[in-house]
């Protein structure tokens, strides 16, 4: 072969390199992933739509501060979704308790608290929600105490109901979906244990017991069983609760005559799941939008 046949191949080649370094979609981000914390906050800013951006706090990050969230305006929700959904889930024997103990548990739903442009992109909050899937935004309830250590820990109760749509074998739910709720969970529990209030998954194992069925109504106990500086151990299982209930129930606000149904005591309540995980408090945290404050 000629040296100018070889000498115009390594051109093409160098070239065709060139082209494909310049035209990678990921390669703005990863340098700037690279670059640090500060400057991966960059990419967390590009992600937020373009109403939600805001001044920068004085430290310089592109997000609000936690002064600055308490002052956003909580959205509401339509007074139907609040009436029917609450006379469902007040039935719940375990809700009862817990309402019951409001000092020492305090309920919230914080997936309403979430911008609405910005829960639209969320996980659990956005895509997963509406009919035929998570028919309402779960329901959280927090106990919080302090470990030996003096750092805090917690414990959440979390119901939701699971639709029809979010199946993987016809008829039984995704087990992928299981995990993700954990995950949405333990992530709320370990919040209080870290003073940026942001935690975020290292590691997440998950034993599946028994199949999960669509239709019914879910209860997850979590609780932190460790907290070592920066890091955060948690433990809960995930039960269903025997009555079915299709999601016309739940937008016409059914009453449940036998309340047995709803109760984990029942005979035909199955735990469905276990899981474990360790949470991490990134050192970048002042660069993330929290959206688990407590």
Not at 41 to 47: F, I, K, L, Q, W
Not at 216 to 245: D, N
Request: aromatic share 6%; net charge positive.
């Amino acid at each position: 072969m000629s040296n100018v046949s070889q000498t115009g191949r390594r051109l093409f080649r160098s070239r065709n390199a060139l082209a494909l370094k310049s035209y990678s979609p990921w390669g703005s981000i990863a340098r700037l992933h690279q670059q640090g914390p500060s400057r991966s906050a960059v990419v967390h800013d590009r992600a937020i739509p373009q109403d939600q951006r805001h001044v920068p706090t004085p430290k310089g990050s592109p997000f609000l501060s936690h002064a600055q969230q308490q002052k956003t305006p909580t959205p509401q929700r339509p007074q139907h979704e609040s009436t029917t959904i609450d006379t469902l889930v007040s039935q719940i024997p375990i809700v009862q308790t817990l309402r019951n103990t409001h000092k020492a548990y305090k309920e919230t739903r914080p997936h309403l608290v979430i911008p609405p442009t910005i829960r639209q992109h969320h996980l659990v909050g956005g895509s997963l929600a509406g009919p035929g899937k998570l028919a309402f935004q779960p329901y959280m309830w927090t106990s919080t105490s302090k470990t030996e250590t003096q750092q805090r820990a917690s414990s959440v109760v979390s119901v939701f109901h699971i639709g029809q749509d979010l199946c993987g074998h016809p008829g039984f739910v995704h087990g992928g979906l299981l995990s993700v709720l954990f995950d949405e969970v333990f992530a709320r529990c370990v919040s209080v244990a870290f003073p940026s209030g942001l935690g975020m998954t290292a590691n997440l194992n998950v034993d599946f017991r028994k199949p999960a069925l669509p239709d019914r109504m879910y209860v997850l106990r979590t609780e932190t069983v460790k907290v070592e500086g920066r890091k955060a151990w948690v433990e809960g299982k995930m039960t269903y609760l025997p009555l079915s209930l299709p999601s016309s129930s739940i937008d016409s606000g059914s009453i449940v005559h036998d309340t047995d149904l709803l109760s984990e005591e029942n005979e035909g309540a199955v735990m469905v799941a276990e899981a474990k995980a360790l949470f991490i408090e990134p050192k970048f945290a002042d660069s993330m939008v929290s959206i688990y404050k407590n």
